[in-house]
C-alpha cells in the first residue's frame, strides 16, 4: 500500500527565510509526486508534481520540489517566504496502482510572520 | 470557466436524515472522486468514477453512496448520516485516468457537513 509522510504538523518560518515543508512516501514503483496548497475555506490548488525527468521541480508561486529516489522524498522550498504563503499543505503521491489514485499526507500548516 | 463545483456548501443535518452533496464538472473529464478531510488525517477517498456508470470504492467507503448517470455529475449520497461523518468534503476531477497518470486534480470548494 502507498503512503505519505508529513512529519511536520506546522512549520514556522519569518518572512524573507527560507522555507521548506517535508514529505516522505512510500509506494510500489515509480511514483508520481504532487504538491496542493489549501488556503483558509477553500479548496485545494495544484502548486507542482514530478512525473519523470529532472529531479528539481518549479512550480506555482515561486514554489518547487526536490524528488529524492534514494530518500523517498519530495520536499517543498521556496527561497524566500511571503506573508501570503500561508497556508495549508498537502503532500500526495499515486503509484502504480489504478484503484486509488492519490494518497495524502496529513497536511502541514506554513506560518509566516511578517 | 472550467471548474468544479459543489453544493450546498455548508450543511448541519440530524442524525439519520438522508442527504445528497452534488458534484458538477464543466471540462468534460473523465474521472471524479469524492475526499473527506479530517484534521491530521490528510484528504482520504471515499469513492471515485473511471466514467459514466463506473464507480468504485476508495479507502473510506462506508456509509457513503455514489452514482454516475452522467460524465458531468458524480453526487455523493449519504443514506443515513451519523455524527461521525462530519467532515469536510471535497470532489475532484482530471481528464482521464489512462495515458501517463500524470494529471493534477481540480477539486471543488469543498462542502463541510456537520451532523448532530
Known amino acids: 500500500a502507498q503512503s505519505v509522510a508529513q512529519p511536520e504538523d506546522q512549520v514556522n518560518v519569518a518572512e524573507g527565510n527560507p522555507l521548506t515543508v517535508k514529505c516522505t512516501y512510500s509506494?510500489?514503483?515509480?511514483?508520481?509526486l504532487f504538491w496542493y496548497v489549501q488556503y483558509p475555506n477553500r479548496g485545494l490548488q495544484f502548486l507542482l508534481k514530478?512525473?519523470?525527468?529532472?529531479?528539481l521541480v518549479k512550480g506555482s508561486y515561486g514554489f518547487e520540489a526536490e524528488f529524492n529516489k534514494s530518500q523517498t522524498s519530495f520536499h517543498l522550498k521556496k527561497p524566500s517566504a511571503l506573508v501570503s504563503d500561508s497556508a495549508l499543505y498537502f503532500c500526495?503521491?499515486?503509484?502504480?496502482?489504478?484503484?486509488?489514485?492519490?494518497?495524502f499526507g496529513g497536511g502541514t500548516r506554513l506560518m509566516v510572520k511578517p | 470557466e472550467a471548474q468544479v463545483t459543489q453544493n450546498p456548501r455548508y450543511l448541519i443535518t440530524v442524525t439519520g436524515k438522508k442527504l445528497t452533496v452534488t458534484c458538477s464538472q464543466n471540462?468534460?473529464?473523465?474521472?471524479m472522486s469524492w475526499y473527506r478531510q479530517d484534521p491530521g488525517l490528510g484528504l482520504r477517498q471515499i469513492y471515485y468514477s473511471m466514467n459514466v456508470e463506473v464507480t468504485d470504492k476508495g479507502d473510506v467507503p462506508e456509509g457513503y453512496k455514489v452514482s454516475r448517470k452522467e460524465k458531468r455529475n458524480f453526487p455523493l449520497i449519504l443514506e443515513s448520516p451519523s455524527p461521525n461523518q462530519t467532515s469536510l468534503y471535497f470532489c475532484a476531477s482530471i481528464p482521464s485516468f489512462a495515458g501517463t497518470g500524470g494529471y493534477e486534480q481540480f477539486f471543488g470548494p469543498g462542502t463541510r457537513l456537520t451532523v448532530l
Open positions: 471540462m468534460n473529464h473523465e474521472y
Open positions: 514530478y512525473i519523470t525527468g529532472d529531479n
Open positions: 500526495a503521491v499515486r503509484g502504480l496502482n489504478a484503484g486509488n489514485m492519490l494518497t
Open positions: 509506494v510500489s514503483g515509480n511514483p508520481y
